[in-house]
């Protein structure tokens, strides 16, 4: 709850300093302007989920219709003490890179708050590595060391957002999305060495997913 109430006063205060400090234009003429965005997503699972970051491409064809494309990445590590002396520290190493492409639909083009719904296609790679504590002196033949999951997902990509013009120039934006995809599941784990082990083993899984994905907060300045 610190976390959160943390980010959304300094949010805020960037919000208001940016608001006092730029040129206000009451509307902007949006057709035709090109604009790069910056966003930080995974905001609705602070302190548990995957913080990924991204840089995307934003064009006008009208004053209520944008394309955008955006590149996103992500990495994140924990690791877990040992319980036991003479053992390994447990960790987990998380990994993401997507990439979305679609129009935004825009509303109350006259105003500086323009809600919009955005719709497209998108397609994503994660992997997650799992070390498990095991004895570092004399490990258990054939135990779990490793453990790696790729999941791959392909579908498609609806949201709802807020966006602010401060000016023509730069704006802010809120951004809820979900998403309906086909995902591919690979498991790969690694034994210690021992009589029994016959090498590194894999299991693969896939099923269509419908569910919320992320949250974020999307800056773009135009030109």
């Given at each position: 709850m610190r976390k959160l109430s943390l980010i959304f006063l300094t949010v805020g205060t960037v919000f208001l300093f940016l608001n006092s400090c730029l040129a206000n234009d009451s509307t902007m003429v949006r057709k035709g302007k090109w604009g790069i965005s910056l966003s930080a997503s995974g905001l609705s699972n602070l302190g548990i989920g995957l913080y990924q970051g991204?840089?995307?491409?934003?064009?006008?064809?009208?004053?209520?219709?944008?394309?955008?494309?955006?590149?996103?990445?992500?990495l994140?590590?924990?690791?877990?003490?040992?319980?036991?002396?003479?053992?390994?520290?447990?960790?987990?190493?998380?990994?993401?890179?997507?990439?979305?492409?679609?129009?935004?639909?825009?509303?109350?083009?006259?105003?500086?708050?323009?809600?919009?719904?955005?719709?497209?296609?998108?397609?994503?790679?994660?992997?997650?590595?799992y070390y498990y504590s095991?004895?570092?002196?004399?490990?258990?033949?054939?135990?779990?060391?490793?453990?790696?999951?790729?999941?791959?997902?392909?579908?498609?990509?609806?949201?709802?957002?807020?966006?602010?013009?401060?000016?023509?120039?730069?704006?802010?934006?809120?951004?809820?999305?979900?998403?309906?995809s086909y995902q591919f599941y690979r498991e790969k784990w690694t034994l210690s060495p021992g009589s029994s082990t016959t090498g590194p083993n894999t299991h693969d899984s896939d099923n269509f997913n419908f569910g919320a994905k992320t949250s974020s907060l999307i800056l773009t300045i135009y030109f």
């Open positions: 991204g840089i995307g491409i934003k064009h006008w064809r009208s004053d209520n219709i944008a394309w955008k494309a955006r590149v996103g990445f992500g994140t590590s924990t690791i877990y003490p040992a319980s036991y002396q003479g053992y390994s520290d447990a960790k987990t190493k998380q990994g993401n890179f997507s990439l979305n492409l679609g129009p935004e639909f825009h509303f109350a083009q006259e105003s500086k708050f323009s809600p919009y719904f955005y719709t497209g296609v998108g397609i994503s790679t994660s992997v997650t590595t095991v004895n570092i002196l004399n490990p258990t033949p054939g135990e779990v060391t490793k453990k790696r999951t790729t999941t791959t997902s392909l579908g498609l990509d609806g949201a709802i957002g807020l966006e602010y013009f401060f000016n023509s120039h730069l704006s802010l934006a809120a951004e809820y999305q979900v998403n309906l």
